[in-house]
């Protein structure tokens, strides 16, 4: 059996290649995922959370090449990020920051094998933030979504363009929280070769809805 991949099964949603806002609809997905709050750049919280979550992705994938035969590639470093004032993202106001972390997983992981792995990664990584992984399911649906290419510091002017001017002519607006996947690691990359897909959950705004 092939290793599952998420960049080979869901390409459009892990490997797109425009880099202005289009519309795609997102399957329901599973994930690891921790929250947390602040600025990830500064917040000891962030780092800590960061790795209880490949802890405990590392140790499902191990888990199920072992028990079910089944293997599979760990998913980058997604993101759902949202405040009290959406601008607070436009202005990089990242000290009002919530976030929830998140490794996608194949179809079959179940919660019940994310909590068997919590406490088998708590226990050889004495990790604290281990505790604080859950298991998640996602459906985001119809969505705005982009690839950036540059540093995490230069997605503002696209999200201003998301919220000034592409919601105003599809007739959208808001439907769920600020999606990002990391396909780069910061580490090793150079802020100008980072490569994020920018992922917003979208509905019609009430003016259009209510003129349909």
Known sequence: MATYDLKRELKEFYAPKNTTWELVDVP???????????NPNTAPAYTRAVEALYAVAYTLKFASKREAGRDFVVGPLEGLWWADDPEAFTVAAKDSWNWTLLIAQPPWITPDLVGNARQAA???????????IRHLTLHEGRS?????????????P????LHDEYFDTHGLTFGGLHHE?????PRRTEPAKLRTVIRQPVRPALRHAERG
């Not at 696209?158 to 363009?161: G, T």
């Open 181 to 185: 996947v990391y396909l780069g690691d």
């Open 122 to 132: 708590l226990a050889k990584k004495k990790l604290p933030a281990i505790a604080d």
């Open 158 to 161: 696209l999200l201003a363009n």
């Open 144 to 156: 705005a979504q982009v690839l950036h290419v540059g540093s995490y510091d230069d997605e503002a």
């Open 28 to 38: 329901e997905q599973q994930f690891v995922a921790i929250d947390g709050t602040g």
